[in-house]
């Protein structure tokens, strides 16, 4: 089967070397695989090493093209590139991740087996093994500090709603479509939905794994966080069915701590006495848990504060995100007039 890889990237000079040579590292014949690079019109020299990779590795894989992401975000990229790869399937990755050299074979053995999308687990990594990064590292993979997604921990064989990197057979995107372009965080949320929707079933399957990077400071963790939490309200009011249960969890929590210190200033403080002592019970628990096989750290003290910052963050984001869906609806009306 040939198949393709495809990267968007927006100033990610100082990542992209590292997934091209993961790329380069695939014990998959190079000469069944296309490579599509799209660079956002990055500032920085990501377009330059991707023409210097295409340049230098050009002979050994099927095709290598480098194409520009005019759009700039995320959705826009990954419609040119579905726009342009030529093979059977293609494999999204993110340029701020890594894969293990049997990552593509493992979903071509996948896709060969019948399935239509492919997928695996999705284990976070640090930037530099510093004792600070280990503790952030720990707050991102505790299922309290991020989610219970499936994609972040699952390892048998099951169908899920959503993965990190997908490989597609190209009769998915010919039956349900390609990304859409107005949203930001959770087009990938969306798209999963209506490739469901249209019968297709997103493949869980053991021993693919690839790995994420984590924010490297707690500042970008939260402005993540925010950032996801914004878009998972705003994408409620056009497309709710693409979302879970799990994603409205910080936002409850920030609703709970409202409603609670308006009782307590009307009424009676006790609500409030109870949600907050029952949440650091699970924020002190959920720690000890995240740190029991782990090496100590004083820093790893810090860990239900942190658990609290990015809950704090994501449920603002959320509730923000809410508040804008009206104007934002409004907007997408006159710009479609």
């Avoid at 936002?251 to 409030?272: E, K, R, S, V």
């Avoid at 029952?278 to 848990?289: C, D, K, N, R």
């Avoid at 782990?294 to 509730?319: A, M, N, W």
Wanted: proline share 4%.
């Amino acid at each position: 089967m040939n198949i393709t890889i495809g990267i968007v990237a927006y100033n990610e000079e100082k990542y992209l070397p590292s997934i091209l040579e993961d790329i380069t590292k695939q014990n998959y014949p190079h000469e069944n695989i296309e490579i599509v690079l799209a660079d956002s019109m990055s500032e920085d020299q990501t377009p330059k090493i991707m023409l210097q990779w295409q340049q230098q590795y050009q002979q050994q894989f099927y095709d290598i093209k480098v194409i520009e992401n005019k759009g700039k975000i995320q959705s826009c990229g990954w419609n040119a590139i579905i726009d342009t790869f030529t093979t059977e399937a293609l494999i999204r990755i993110d340029a701020h991740s890594s894969i293990p050299e049997d990552f593509v074979e493992k979903n071509v053995t996948a896709l060969s087996e019948g399935e239509y999308v492919t997928g695996g687990m999705r284990p976070n990594m640090v930037e530099e093994d510093s004792p600070w990064q280990q503790v952030l590292l720990l707050a991102e993979s505790s299922m309290f500090g991020s989610s219970i997604a499936d994609f972040r921990r699952k390892e048998k064989k099951a169908y899920v709603k959503s993965f990190f990197h997908g490989a597609y057979r190209r009769e998915v995107f010919e039956k349900a479509g390609k990304f859409r372009e107005d949203l930001g965080r959770t087009e990938d949320n969306e798209f999963h939905y209506r490739i469901r929707q249209k019968g297709f079933k997103l493949c869980m399957v053991p021993g693919i794994v690839s790995y994420q990077r984590i924010r490297p400071s707690l500042r970008k963790m939260c402005q993540q966080k925010y950032g996801n939490g914004y878009w998972v309200g705003l994408t409620l009011g056009i497309c709710p069915g693409c979302l879970s249960l799990y994603h409205f969890v910080p936002f409850a929590f920030i609703c709970g701590i409202l409603l609670t210190t308006l009782f307590g200033i009307a009424f009676h403080p006790l609500p409030a006495i109870l949600m907050w002592t029952l949440y650091w019970l699970l924020a002190i628990g959920m720690g000890i848990v995240a740190v029991w096989k782990e090496k100590k750290d004083v820093r790893q003290l810090l860990l239900p504060f942190l658990f609290f910052v990015l809950h704090i963050s994501y449920g603002v984001g959320t509730c923000l995100g809410l508040l804008r869906i009206p104007t934002w609806k409004k907007g997408k009306e006159r710009n479609s007039q």
